[in-house]
């Protein structure tokens, strides 16, 4: 027997790109095959936001940051829809898995634990960014926006696709069933997503809830994102990509720490 067999290297190398590049594929085709439930409404219900707000509280709200209510709210609502959807790619594959029992399709080819981790967020990312270009092009075509500092979109973009695909897992590990996956998703991340700013600055806010805000990552992902597009923030950037760097990287070792453990996740 080959000694590097022997000694546990895998023989395609330390990395298998081409079963990486498989679960990152498959994981990207999932929700290109489905795209008007994966792309098209995403983009709709973002307009139908817009729409609702400038309709009832733009004509007689005044500029908030100095800009329009409506542009000011414009870059929260696509960081919020860019976050769900990448928490949603992740969650709905490995559940859906879980629940069908054809989890171990994945779990049995030779893929490390940081594969699997990368080539799940690599899915959710791509949805993510999907989303997030759909709905950038509808800001610039209707609202007539400008974007004030493009690579801060981009970086707070990515970085907010990465985060919450990696929570897409955390939460997908953790639940069994349909009904726990819901509840993570109603009562964990859409009050991260309502309370971090998407609707409003936080300097409305009483001083107390200023600070408990300082703490959700999720408020300086929309906040950066936001000083990307309209080039005004409630704090920051340079604090924020710390921040978010920081929450992403330790979400995405506890997906890393639990896939080697199979935690939750084989019988």
């Known amino acids: ?114 594969e699997l981790v990368v080539g799940y967020v690599a899915g959710g990312m791509a949805r993510g960014m999907f989303v997030a270009l759909a709905i950038g092009a509808v ?39 349909f009904d726990q996956m819901a509840a993570i998703t109603n009562f964990v991340i859409t009050p991260l997503s309502f309370l971090s700013g998407t609707f409003y600055s936080i300097e409305n806010l009483p001083p107390v809830m200023q600070a408990i805000t300082h703490f959700n990552p999720v408020f300086y992902l929309i906040d950066g994102v936001r000083y990307g597009i309209i080039g005004q923030s409630d704090s920051n950037p340079l604090l924020g990509v710390v921040i978010c760097t920081i929450a992403t990287a330790f979400v995405l070792l506890l997906c890393w720490h639990w896939f080697r453990r199979g935690y939750r996740m084989k019988a």
């Open 1 to 114: 027997m080959n000694n590097s067999t022997t000694m546990g290297v895998r023989r395609f190398g330390r990395v298998n790109w081409l079963g990486l590049y498989t679960l990152a594929s498959r994981e990207i085709r999932r929700f290109l095959a489905v795209w008007t439930q994966t792309l098209a409404a995403p983009l709709v219900t973002a307009g139908l936001f817009l729409t609702v707000f400038a309709l009832a509280i733009g004509p007689t709200r005044g500029d908030v940051m100095g800009v329009p209510f409506v542009q000011f709210l414009a870059p929260g609502i696509l960081m919020m829809t860019v976050m769900q959807n990448a928490f949603a790619n992740t969650s709905s594959s490995i559940v859906i898995s879980k629940v069908q029992g054809n989890i171990v399709d994945t779990l049995m080819p030779p893929l490390s634990p940081a």
């Open 139 to 177: 800001m610039v075509v209707f609202l007539g926006m400008g974007i004030a500092h493009p690579l801060w979109a981009l970086a707070f973009a990515i970085l907010g696709s990465a985060f919450l695909a990696g929570l897409g897992i955390v939460a997908a590990i953790f639940a069994n069933k």
